[in-house]
């Protein structure tokens, strides 16, 4: 009975109404015994009902033991009144949820940690990319021997995101030693990020041109930079160690020298590699041969084939034209522009009618131009030329002829040869920079005219129409100033040239007076969104021979290469000074120049923002 009384005080009972907790006197005075409480206490929870267990088995009845080992499976479920009971099963639930969780939690901490730590890994071994935004720097290279020929060109030769500098110079040490006629030449790379010498080789003689490019289009491979000479040098030089390729064998130039810098061709000899051609010129100028040269090894592809032209002037190219069907001619001429189909030089050259599949397309035409004496020349045309661009047309694998002649102008449609406009100009000597300054998604051209003495003046023709744009002119005492472009993401481009400092109001804009000494010169800018300011970025002495400009792609930046031939005094040679300036911060740094009155009036703060949102691509044209 003692056992019995402790376990029901140990269960709920009667509660008090006022304090709604478990009351033992009220509990005491109930009618029922304890032994019908027991049988009801384990009849509710389950238990032995009407003296039988819930299997029917009936226990027996005089045995405490029996009664309490039958009421502990279910004294589990025994909970206080008015809350949910809860099965053993969603206990055992509830831990493995809790389980789960823990591990769960464990596992997303360790990823998280295991992260960090290569985060931080990286940002401490990999190094950064290199920031060029205030990169701005001017070396000087010495005095030079002499030479009036200034090549310059720009690539990425030691993989870091950034062109850099190739230039040539004959140097100012004695030639006259070890048999050689000349001063030696010397062909060197500056870093684009800071000016330094990354490698330098020497030339036998002075270089006339270099150029930078992929002779394995679509393949991963090295730069190579085609040397051209003045005499009979033509080389192929690794552009990251500087070492040569090959060297063009002078004995296949036994009796002329040449005549332009090579140029490149499809592959001729089909061993994955573009080939090259030269001009030879003889001692008679009408004694011309074109030579194909391998782009592997640098011996020839063929015998030399010569022709007989006549012309008076400048040599015109040569130049490599292919159609749009995908025909290849070579474009050259004295004074005038005459073509050739590759197709007829390679089979001369290789005495033989079969051809590659690049050579095996005609473009009607062209062909129709034949001269009747002279079946494998074409007329192109024969009006004083000085000059010639092949210029792409945009949104198209077509290209046109953009000709300088001493009379103007004009360009011809490459398809079928017919003038799209002509400009009438005289002393017009310098070479169009084309670039985008009207709104009509047409390559326009930048033109510099000599006016008066010590003045030019700068123009823009439109490419559309062939009307002036804009014009101004500028004190300059400088000949033949180089100017270029950089091209923008929003389909401008904005153009460089160089001239005499201009007072900051100018009344009169067709006659400007310099406000300083000749021998100062400053870089202007002009961007088709503000044609009646310009920008003063720099100013250099000397007088500058050539001009490059690069994009670096990885912060949409554009950066503008000079190369300067200081002024030279008497009895010493003059120094050559190679400069690099970032256009972005030179926008922001620049002095502006008001050409005219405007209204309203351009705002500083609103000229900043604008200058600041200008991002450069690489050029879309090529020339």
Known sequence: MATVLSRALKLPGKKSPDLGEYDPLTQADSDESEDDLVLNLQQKNGGVKNGKSPLGEAPEPDSDAEVTGAGKPHLSEVTTEGYPLEPLGALEQKAASSIVSYVRTSVFLLMLVISMVLVLVCAFLIPCPPRDLHSTWSRHLGPQGGGDLSPLDLADVNGDGLRDVLLSFVTSGNGSTAGVSRPPAVLVCLSGMNGSTLWSSPLPEEARDITCLDLMPGRVAETVCLV????????????????????????????????????????????????????????????????????????????????????????????????????????????????????????????????????????????????????????????????????????????????????????????????????????????????????????????????GVGLKKVMVVDGDSGMVAWSYSIPCHMEET??????????????????????????????????????????????????????????????????????????????????????????HPAPLVVSKLSLRWALMEGQVVQLKETAPKIGRGELRRFLSRIKFVDSPYQI
Not at 397 to 405: F, H, R, Y
Not at 511 to 522: D, K, M, N, R
Not at 527 to 549: K, M, Q, W
């Open 482 to 571: 180089p100017a270029t472009s950089a091209a923008a993401v929003d389909q401008k481009s904005v153009f460089l040239f160089w001239a005499e400092g201009l007072s900051a109001a100018t009344p009169n804009p067709d006659v400007v007076l310099g406000t300083e000494p000749p021998s100062l010169h400053h870089l202007y800018l002009l961007h088709p969104a503000f044609p009646s300011i310009l920008l003063d970025l720099a100013n250099a002495t000397g007088t500058v021979t050539a001009s490059e400009v690069g994009i670096n792609d990885l912060w949409k930046d554009a950066f503008y290469v000079t190369r300067t031939t200081g002024p030279s005094s008497e009895g």
């Open 228 to 451: 051209t000479g003045t005499h009979k040098m033509l080389s192929a030089f690794n552009a990251t160690s500087g070492k040569a390729i090959w060297t063009l064998d002078r004995h296949y130039l036994p009796n002329g020298t040449l005549a332009a810098p090579g140029v490149v061709l499809p592959d001729l000899d089909e061993d994955g590699i573009r080939d090259l051609a030269v001009l030879v010129i003889g001692e008679l100028q009408p004694d011309l041969c074109f030579l194909l040269v391998s782009g592997r090894t640098g011996n020839p592809v063929g015998r030399p084939v010569k022709y007989n032209i006549v012309g008076v002037g400048n040599l015109i190219g040569p130049q490599v034209y292919i159609t749009t069907n995908g025909a290849a001619y070579i474009l050259f001429g004295f004074g005038n522009i005459q073509a050739v189909a590759l197709r007829d030089i390679f089979v001369q050259a290789q005495n033989r009618d079969s051809l590659p599949p690049s050579l095996q397309i005609d473009e009607p035409e062209w062909e129709r131009r034949r001269s009747i004496n002279l079946s494998e020349l074409i007329d192109i045309y024969s009006d004083g030329v000085e000059l010639l661009q092949t210029v792409k047309v945009p949104g198209s694998n077509s290209s046109s002829l953009l000709i300088t002649s001493s009379q103007g102008l004009v360009l011809l449609q490459g398809q079928n040869l017919t003038p799209s406009w002509t400009l009438s100009l005289q002393g017009l000597h310098s070479q169009p920079t084309p670039g985008y300054f009207t709104d009509d998604e047409t390559l326009d051209f930048l033109l510099q005219i000599p006016n």
